[in-house]
């Protein structure tokens, strides 16, 4: 089932056992955008049988967040204008030269080139996998591009980010909305999850410098602004708290700073900042 937002916006929830994200569609008067890809092909022809079901203007563009896997596998279903950030072609380019054959797929699981639940996932949701080839993107921006859907503007930006160097948000100034995508999120470097602590001041500048009331998140569905506000808010009094890798410094501080104990979010960032002190200290 599709979530309606407005008349012009709908989504399809992430389904985390599945490994789904959470994947947009934004209707003007003439075309539609989808945004990202899903991360196989059932993945993308389940959201485009929901499409159908609604009387919306064609599918012409699809925009994708960034090259992680469970966000663009599915993205040759589409039959759309493709759109990404230079960085994540060139990302995406690596995962055009793969075979999908059980043999190579392993191979890939055991480099670390892939994770096992994504071969899994690949088995099960990518039927004909040898000949599966990922189309070539079409449109491919720098820093920001507009498209008009027929009285539906869109902005895409690629921002900075805390969970990869080539986030692009989708920002819809009319519905208040953006797309997020994972942007706001820590990622996992040598098997440690982490927040780029030198970048989290600046992702919430870029987000923050559009006036939105609705936030969707890869794997979150939908947020309103006093969530965001919570969001942003724990990690920033996390992050200033954490100056080492020391965990037991960083609660010291927290708790010295706000009178009380971090709750189980906060603990969660606390950890997560340290991580990347502890990753920062090694590369050093
Ligand atoms: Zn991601």
Redo the contacts with the bound molecule.
Sequence with gaps: MLNKLSESIYYLSNQNDKDR?TLGLVCGDQYSLVIDGGNSVQHAKDFLQEISRLNVPPVKYLAI??A?W??FLGMNEFNATIIVNRLTHQLINVWRNYSYDDYSLNEYVKSNKMSSHCMEIIQNEIPMRDSFKLNTPDIIFEHSLQIDLGNKICILERIRST??DDSTIVYIPDEKTIFL??SA?G?ITNSLFHFKQALLLLMIQDIQKYDADHFLL??ESICDLDEMDVFWRELISCSRAVTSTSLDCAIETFEKDHQRTPNENEMFFLKAFVNDQRLKSKQG
């Design positions: 994200p967040t960034h992680h469970d966000h969970h990869t995508g994972d999120y990622t890869g794997h």
